[in-house]
């Protein structure tokens, strides 16, 4: 019962930032829970971050201290601010959302982090 569409990805250097968007197509208000995951070649799917309709916020070990998730209800957009990159995250990341127990996904963007 949303579509999500992610942007803000690109190539980066290592030690750069770049800031990932959400829009959604309604209201996230009352949305459960909404989040990040990323997949790089090979490797499974993992969470990055997520925040709930609480503001409760998850991140990766691998992201603490570097990545900031937040959540604008006015905007129906849900951002991801990445800071001090690395080569390792280097993934396609795609939003998600969870709807009354079900889940819904963007179609990704990729973030190359490279010298």
């Known amino acids: 019962q949303v579509q999500l569409v992610e942007s803000g990805g690109g190539l980066v250097q290592p030690g750069g930032s770049l800031r990932l968007s959400c829009a959604a197509s309604?209201?996230?208000?009352?949305?459960?829970?909404m989040g990040w995951y990323r997949q790089a070649p090979g490797k499974q799917r993992e969470l990055v971050a997520a925040?709930?309709?609480?503001?409760?916020?998850n991140y990766a070990d691998s992201v603490k201290g570097r990545f900031t998730i937040s959540k604008d209800n006015a905007k129906n957009t849900v951002y991801l601010q990445m800071n001090s990159l690395k080569p390792e995250d280097t993934a396609v990341y795609y939003c998600?959302?969870?709807?009354?127990?079900?889940?819904?996904w963007g179609q990704g963007t990729q973030v190359t982090v490279s010298s």
């Open positions: 998600y959302a969870k709807i009354r127990d079900v889940d819904y």
């Open positions: 309604r209201s996230i208000f009352s949305i459960y829970a």
């Open positions: 925040i709930t309709s609480g503001s409760s916020i």
